[in-house]
């Protein structure tokens, strides 16, 4: 799915990825954890294309693509989804409107036609369901006026909108009540299939109880210095990160 | 200063005709203003971001007439009562309903009743307007159908006065659209009076449309009574140089007064929208919502002021301007202005000026919409709320084509 090789990437001169190395199948699901400012999101925004960083080094395969050659949108309609650590306010852009551009762009890339208002509708009305998203939330101004949990339920909408290939999860679990942090988990497993994949960014051991990954990778420093099975994320949660920091 | 020699603004005015259909007193007064004066230098606080010298150098063709075909494709509203206004030409439909009047101001005097001029291009209507409507409504009248008023020019220096008289109780939505033929540049200098009566409800919608080389000046004048409503809403969709200076003077209480303004600037357009606003009474509301857009060298000019007089307690006064650069050689002058002599008032203003939301586009294009859409959407959505004022479909309608048509954005 994605064989990401010696990436290193900067922002205003200060080198943040220091040759990172990650490679995720389909099929898969995998976690990063790490501690504050350890380069996570950055990692998420320079797959997503962010043009602010300035790759110095390596490589990202996409789907057999160079997705560094590819636009932000390219990406997208590539198959790449990227849930934001912290979804933008847009005032003024109707959620479902803009969404509907974004799948007939998609659909347009792909040489399908668009998608008629009808069948629309009802993929509206199926992932709103599957999400417990308030349908009139769905149809509000992008992430406007909406509580920190709504904007992160919002975001796995459109991710069940948009059925990417690979979604990469930005702290989606932060600022999650129970209830959410299950729904939210339910929309990642609904996603999941031998054609998919997910990164999954998280702090928190517990949302790996409702999304079973299949690797856990602490990225350290702008580099991954450990992975291993599902365990790694209850020891973490408990020896924090001291302990990998001393063994570096 | 200069003496003996012509200037530019005698040069201006040469081949003007004075007409006759102003008191002689306001003309001596007129005269008096105009006497050694030359176009108005940036050093003028009036047009200190408007650069007169392209119109005082410009050359213009003589006036045409302009045809059945030009006057069919410059409506907007298929069904309304449309007054056609072109330079030498006014035509007033026959089907009126009862409670409306239409004549020409050749008849009538009623347009200088309360003339006051504060530039030298309303010193110049004075002297030189020779064509213009008095539009008079009588009281409880509610027009079945909007009034859609067409003023195109087609080449020549034209000034013009139109008056409108609501009275009591009375509701129209008046629809004016500035247009002018292609390739012929032209003048218009249009001065417009309203008179709002009490409980009157009155809503001006201004689409503007002219060409590149055509100059369009407007001179608003407005006096409202007591719970009347009154709106002016400035469509500005293309024109080189356009300059809208609108005055409304509150007079009674509970009224409410709305001037909106949107606008979308390419090229070396220039366009430049002076508001006042009088609170003279109390327990009156006004909003003033002015948003637009530039890119390439274009430059538009706001100036909003608005006037709290000490007996006006409890008004409520609200006034924004807010523009989006897309481009480095782009300009905006924004200069909101409050000046309040009471206590118990609620106001606020603001200004601001930027590019679109980098986060916002980034966000929207991580979804997959390109960045031509995205940019699209935003610019709609930023928008948006002047052109909600605009609740006619044809009018929308027209909007949206001209935008996607000069910008190739899509609404
Ligand atoms: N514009 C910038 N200029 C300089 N440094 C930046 C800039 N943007 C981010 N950084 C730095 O990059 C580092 C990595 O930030 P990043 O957001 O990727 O961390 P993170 O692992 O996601 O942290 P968190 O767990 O807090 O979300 C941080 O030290 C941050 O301060
Ligand atoms: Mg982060």
């Known amino acids: 799915m994605i064989k990401i090789e010696n990436l290193h990437a900067s922002i205003n001169g200060k080198e943040i990825l220091k040759g990172l190395n990650l490679t995720v199948n389909a099929g898969e699901v995998h976690a990063i954890m790490g501690p504050n400012g350890a380069g996570k999101s950055t990692l998420a925004s320079v797959l997503a294309g962010r043009e602010d960083y300035e790759i110095t080094a390596g490589n990202v395969s996409f789907l057999d693509k160079d997705l560094l050659e590819l636009s932000t949108e390219d990406r997208a309609r590539e198959g790449l989804f990227l849930a934001f650590q912290y979804p933008v306010e847009i005032p003024g852009v109707s959620n479902v409107n803009f969404l509907r551009t974004a799948l007939n762009e998609k659909r347009a890339y792909h040489g399908q036609d668009p998608i008629s208002a009808k069948d629309f509708m009802a993929l509206v009305r199926e992932k709103s369901a599957l999400v417990e998203i308030d349908p009139k939330l769905a149809s509000r101004s992008v992430n406007e006026g909406f509580s920190g949990g709504e904007k992160k339920r919002n975001e796995i909408f459109q991710m069940a909108m948009l059925n990417p290939k690979l979604a990469v999860l930005d702290e989606t679990d932060s600022g999650l009540d129970i209830d959410a942090l299950r729904i939210v988990s339910q929309g990642v497993n609904a996603l999941k299939s031998p054609e998919n994949a997910s990164i999954v960014i998280t702090h928190y051991q517990r949302l790996l109880d409702y999304i079973i990954p299949d690797m856990v990778h602490v990225l350290y420093d702008g580099r991954i210095v450990k992975s291993g099975p599902k365990e790694l994320a209850l020891e973490l949660e408990e020896r924090g990160y001291d302990w990998i920091k001393e063994s570096l | ?411």
Request: glycine share 4%.
């Open chain 2, 1 to 411: 200063m200069e003496t003996g020699t012509l200037n530019k603004l005698s040069l201006f005015v040469e081949d003007l005709n004075e007409t006759a259909l102003a008191p002689n007193a306001l003309k001596d007064a007129a005269h008096e203003f105009l006497a050694g004066q030359d176009f108005p230098t940036t050093r003028s606080e009036r047009f200190k971001y408007t650069r007169l010298a392209k119109l005082a150098n410009a050359a213009f063709s003589a006036a045409q007439s302009v045809n059945e075909v030009q006057i069919a494709q410059s409506k907007i509203l298929i069904d309304a009562y449309t007054i056609v206004i072109n330079h030498d030409n006014i035509q007033i439909p026959k089907n009126l309903p009862s409670g409306i009047e239409v004549s020409l101001i050749a008849e009538t005097q009623i347009p200088f009743n309360e003339a006051a001029f504060y530039d030298i291009f309303g010193a110049l209507n004075i002297l030189h307007a020779s064509l213009g409507i008095s539009i008079h409504i009588r009281q409880n009248i509610t027009l079945d159908k909007p009034l859609q008023i067409l003023q195109i020019n087609s080449g020549g220096k034209t000034f013009y006065r139109h008056h409108f008289s609501f009275e009591k109780n009375s509701e129209v939505a008046v629809y004016f659209i500035s247009k002018n033929t292609e390739g012929h540049s032209s003048f218009a200098h249009t001065h417009f009076q309203y008179n709002i009566a009490k409980d009157a409800r009155v809503k001006i919608f201004k689409i503007q449309d002219t060409n590149v080389g055509h100059f369009d000046f407007n001179e608003d004048r407005a006096k409202q009574a007591e719970r009347s409503h009154f709106e002016i809403n400035t469509i500005t969709l293309c024109g080189s140089f356009v300059r809208n200076d609108a005055q409304v003077i509150i007079q009674g209480e509970h009224a409410q007064t709305y001037l909106n303004g949107a606008y979308w600037l390419k090229e070396e357009q220039h366009v430049a929208n002076y508001t006042t606003i009088d609170h003279r009474v109390a327990n009156c509301e006004s909003f003033e919502t002015y948003k637009g857009v530039a890119t390439d060298k274009a430059t538009a000019v706001f100036n909003g002021k608005v006037f709290v007089r000490k007996d006006a307690q409890k008004t409520n006064a609200y006034q924004s301007n807010a523009n989006v650069l897309l481009s480095e050689n782009a300009s905006i002058n924004s200069k909101p202005e409050l000046e309040i002599y009471a206590d118990d008032v609620k106001c606020s203003h603001g200004s601001t000026t930027g590019q679109l939301d980098e986060n916002a586009l980034f966000y929207l294009r991580a979804r997959g919409l390109s960045e031509a859409a995205a940019k699209n959407l935003l610019l709609q959505a930023f928008m948006e709320d002047v052109l909600a004022y605009v609740k006619n479909e044809e009018v929308l309608a027209y909007v949206h084509k001209r935008i996607a048509a000069r910008f190739n954005w899509n609404y």
